[in-house]
């Protein structure tokens, strides 16, 4: 809420900044599609594939089965998920089952809170159709209705297993993906 | 987690009273996305870092089950049942059965009361042990997340074998159990109860003893015996606070009145006593699985029972891992219930959470209120 | 098991002797299972003299049910004992019958602190309104369900 600018300023470096910013931003264009080439976006998503780190929000009881999957046996580490407090410094939701209207509101305002790249993982049947509650009058029938999902894990709940394959699957999606996502 | 100063004019910090009550307070709002809140929101109103009052705000998995199997009929509600507390499943479906026994009059043959137990058991051990593995993460204790829900995977293994499913069984019909024993289950589950008591004694070193735990669960959180009782808390929360109340005990369900086991209570109502009520709990189901799986007897596991509700009214209630879950069934006749109201020990002992949290460090408040064992998903139903 | 219920009788008995026109029923339903109905205007009184005279210190439960082609809400207080170890096992189902046009009754919250969840429950899911409740507010519903209160039954939901 400043105070108002006049259109054109007469100030030489404001008109300097403002072509430099011109400038910037073609150059910002060129780099990255420099970057967005073979050998460096390898690297990149490389780097990305493996470090996913879930976000603290549990909608459901499908988060006994993520438990499980964190814990001894299963160990999500070994694949780079390590679940994490801050929303800020992670990457990934997964869904875990039922989503209620009210946490719905929450998911989303959690989505776009988060920095991108960010990725959505469904996991259960209440986060892909409703599943057993899909009559219910508070939940809402599949998370596709709300945020863009990559990847759907089926199961009531789904074995730690299955949410493993999601995982690789959404892995080998990163690999394939562009640096920089359209926006 | 969001901060908002509640009396706006007073929050700044050159407030002229600071010992004025209130002038300084401060709430917040943990919760849902928090590493120490579960699926719900607790409102914590604070002076310094004490909380003055604690206020849980449930509804973010309550997925209308009462109306749901209302609607369906009592086998296939069964799955839907479940699915409060998908870790303590048989539990649950266990009420269920009970309830609707109660009113067709059905007695289920011995050998289906005893694997009923069995399983309950089982399930009562995984339950308690996932609700230790996330007091570990609360408690920043990384091992303890770990070797509990390492350690559960051989209950879950167990009961793989017995019923097809990790975690959700629907093993208990009208009439008795789905199926028999598999082969060699009873040697492999004496062998591995064994190997779990010592490594419950591994706990003790390693967790039960350790300061880390004892300090911030010692005389913190405490719940009075008179509390208790008028909150209508139940379950180890219940029994935390010195009261000797477990339904297997006072109202002999399935085949618990031929079973030989202790009740186990502690007196002072803090965090401490309530987790090692559970350790306590755990050993004695251990032991109790070993029990049953000896004094098993032989026959059929189920008996006929129609698909029908009778005309009346039924309580049934048992006690599972989070205390006592029951169902007032009403029948008319059909194959669905009139009316099936679902109580879970988890949304009684919702009351307790305020009582607990008063006077509690806020950095204590993970541990204390988890203590209480509250698994919003079985509150909300 | 034995088929007599004498303590289930003998606890009737001293409920009828005390309220002889405010209790309309009393009924053994089963083994360790009490039915008792109660005129709405006396139930604090009873509800008092339960928890005082007869032991029954912990409440497990708040049902309502509704009956709609009796025109009416039935309020059902799950109650059980924990003062006497003797009844430990015994439920006693304290009922009270409130018109459905105005769904008026008693909050029992200051006879049993542990009911104003459960009473909070039935006001969002039945539209019952309890006189003396301390936060008459919505527990699970908020952000969740702005129709018609949803338990009720003439509010349909697609079935399968």
């Not at chain 2, 502690?266 to 004695?284: C, F, I, L, Q």
């Not at chain 2, 070993?290 to 032989?298: A, T, Y």
Request: proline residues 7%; hydrophobic residues 35%; negative net charge.
């Amino acid at each position: 809420m400043s105070a108002q600018k006049p259109a054109q300023s007469d100030d030489p470096i404001e008109l300097l900044a403002d072509s430099m910013n011109v400038w910037v931003g073609k150059l910002s264009d060129i780099v990255h599609k420099v970057i967005d080439t073979e050998p460096i976006r390898n690297v990149i998503n490389w780097a990305r594939m493996y470090s996913l780190w879930p976000v603290n929000i549990t909608t459901a009881c499908c988060s006994a089965e993520f438990g499980a999957a964190s814990g001894a046996r299963h160990d999500l580490e070994r694949f780079g998920v390590l679940p994490y407090g801050s929303l800020r410094q992670s990457d990934l939701i997964v869904i875990e089952g039922t989503i209620t209207k009210k946490m719905a509101k929450r998911l989303r305002m959690i989505y776009d809170q988060m920095a991108i790249p960010r990725y959505v993982i469904a996991m259960g049947d209440c986060a892909i159709s409703g599943g057993l509650f899909h009559d219910s009058y508070s939940i809402v029938n599949g998370a596709h209705e709300f945020l863009p999902v990559d990847v759907f894990v089926p199961g009531c709940p789904p074995r730690p297993e299955a949410l493993e394959h999601g995982i690789i699957m959404l892995q080998e999606k990163i690999r394939n993906s562009k640096v920089y996502p359209q926006s | 987690m969001t901060t908002t100063d509640k009396p706006a004019q007073e929050s700044t910090l050159g407030s002229p009273s600071p010992d004025e009550p209130g002038a300084q307070t401060l709430t917040l709002s943990v919760g849902p996305q928090h590493s120490g809140s579960g699926h719900m929101r607790l409102i914590v109103e604070l002076d310094g870092d004490i909380i003055i009052n604690a206020e849980p705000d449930p509804g973010y998995v309550h997925r209308g089950i009462e109306k749901i199997i209302e609607l369906r009929n009592i086998i296939r509600s069964i799955p839907v049942i479940e699915r409060p507390s998908i870790i303590d499943a048989s539990n649950l479906n266990h009420a269920w059965v009970k309830a609707i026994e109660e009113l067709q009059g059905v007695e289920p043959p011995a050998r289906g009361q005893y694997l009923r137990c069995l399983l309950n058991e089982m399930n009562r051990i995984m339950s308690h042990l996932y609700w230790l593995s996330i007091y570990g993460v609360f408690l920043g204790h990384t091992t303890m997340f770990m070797w509990p829900l390492g350690d559960r995977e051989l209950f879950i293994d167990l009961a793989e074998s017995l019923t097809g499913a990790r975690i959700t069984y629907s093993y208990l019909v009208p009439g008795g159990v789905r199926r028999d024993l598999p082969q060699g289950f009873a040697e492999e589950a004496i062998k591995r109860t064994e190997y779990f008591e010592k490594r419950l004694d591994e706990y003790e070193n390693i967790f039960f003893k350790n300061p880390l735990f004892t300090s911030r669960a010692k005389g913190v959180g405490v719940l009075s015996r008179q509390r208790a009782i008028e909150l209508g808390a139940t379950g180890p929360t219940l029994r935390g606070s010195g009261v000797d109340a477990d339904l297997r005990k006072d109202e002999p369900y399935a085949a618990y009145s031929e079973l030989d086991f202790k009740v186990h209570t502690r007196p002072d109502g803090d965090s401490y006593s309530r987790v090692m009520v559970h350790v306590d709990e755990m050993r004695e189901s251990s032991q109790l699985i070993r029990q049953i799986l000896e004094k098993m007897p032989s026959g059929p596991v189920r008996r006929k029972a129609p698909i029908v509700v009778p005309r009346g009214e039924a309580y049934g209630r048992v006690e599972s891992a989070r205390g006592e879950c029951s169902f007032y069934m009403i029948g008319e006749g059909g194959d669905k219930p009139y009316r099936a109201r679902y109580i879970t020990g988890s949304y009684r002992n919702m009351a307790a959470i305020s009582a607990v949290l008063q006077g509690v460090r806020l950095a204590d408040m993970p541990t204390s209120w988890w203590s209480i064992d509250y698994w919003p998903v079985e509150a909300d139903r | 098991m034995s088929l007599s219920h004498e303590r289930e009788d003998n606890l009737i008995k001293t409920l009828k002797e005390n309220f002889p026109t405010d209790i309309k029923d009393a009924t053994v339903m089963r083994r360790s299972r009490i039915n008792v109905t109660v005129a709405p205007e006396k139930i604090l009184d009873i509800a008092l003299f339960l928890r005082d005279k007869l032991g029954f210190d912990h409440p497990t439960g708040v049902s309502a049910v509704d009956y709609n082609r009796e025109s009416r809400f039935e309020i059902v207080y799950h109650l059980a004992s924990i003062a006497n170890p003797a009844q430990r096992d015994i439920l006693i189902n304290l009922k009270e019958s409130v018109p459905r046009n105005t769904p008026k009754a008693t909050s029992l919250v200051r006879i049993w602190p542990g009911v104003e969840n459960f009473e909070r429950e039935s006001i969002e899911m039945f539209g019952l309104q309890f006189e003396g409740h301390p936060r008459p507010e919505k527990l699970f519903l908020n952000d969740n369900w702005d129709g018609p209160p949803p338990m009720r039954k003439e509010v349909r939901f697609p079935t399968d």
